[in-house]
């Protein structure tokens, strides 16, 4: 892993970590990093998931799905 110097807003830094639930600056940045770098795959998936071919608005085929 590299070490970098780098100036961090503070109050970004806190926000972000209650947001992740992490405790400390390295973590926070880190799992902000690995988030951002994930979001295009989820966004992807999202859009597959929106173009399928499936029978999720008929009435009949959903009011079986919880029996």
Known sequence: MA???VDI???ALAAAA???GTKTKVETVNR???EIAARSE???F???LRAAD???EDD???GEAWR
Request: glycine residues 0%; proline residues 0%; without cysteine.
């Open 46 to 48: 999202l859009d597959t």
């Open 42 to 44: 989820r966004l992807a």
């Open 18 to 20: 209650r947001e992740l």
């Open 60 to 62: 009949e085929v959903m």
């Open 32 to 34: 902000a990093l690995a």
């Open 54 to 56: 499936d029978d999720l």
């Open 9 to 11: 807003d503070d109050e």
């Open 3 to 5: 070490r970098t110097v």
